[in-house]
């Protein structure tokens, strides 16, 4: 069976899952202050919505997050271990992103908007991921899908410009330069 499958493996590593995620909190300790200045700057402090706020690790290659309860998952094991701030930091982001984007966007809540939305909310962290200011705490570009790349090209350049980024701003400027 597959759940047993599952279960062998996470047994398997279950020392490695251990130190790895104590290494990854001490490694996120380290520019998580920083995170949330960058976070605060970027939406002009509007408030984190309630949550649990779990990384939970993962066997596999990608790493969800759920909205609902403000959880989200990352690799029990990965090359290169800083990059899993990158990876903590594109998470978080996503539940203050969608918070927001919500609360100012209401019409995008209806479930026909569910792609539209996860679109522009990950053109949106490439964007701010990449920029000079973050880039300084977290030393690592963030992935970014192929089917954004023209688009983040495009806007990196003129959202950068003034030295500063702000939701509102560039969420405008996403969603009147996507085209699906």
Not at 82 to 96: G, P, Q, R, S, T
Request: proline residues 4%; hydrophobic residues 35%; glycine residues 2%.
């Amino acid at each position: 069976m597959v759940s047993d499958f599952v279960g062998s493996v996470y047994l398997r590593n279950k020392k490695t899952i251990n130190k790895n995620i104590n290494l990854y909190q001490k490694n996120w300790s380290k520019i998580e202050e920083k995170y949330f200045l960058l976070v605060d700057d970027l939406f002009s402090g509007y408030v984190w919505p309630k949550g649990k706020y779990i990384a939970y690790p993962t066997i596999w290659g990608m790493y969800p997050r759920f909205l609902e309860d403000k959880t989200f998952q990352i690799p029990y094991k990965y090359k290169k271990e800083d990059y899993v701030n990158v990876i903590i930091a594109h998470e978080m982001l996503h539940f203050i992103f969608y918070d927001y984007f919500y609360k100012k966007y209401p019409k995008y809540k209806s479930n026909k908007y569910n792609f539209f939305a996860w679109n522009i909310s990950e053109i949106f962290n490439s964007i701010v991921q990449n920029s000079s200011m973050w880039l300084k705490v977290f030393k690592t570009k963030t992935m970014s899908y192929p089917e954004h790349k023209n688009i983040i090209n495009k806007l990196q350049k003129v959202s950068c410009r003034n030295n500063g980024i702000k939701a509102d701003e560039l969420i405008k400027t996403i969603i009147k330069n996507f085209k699906p």
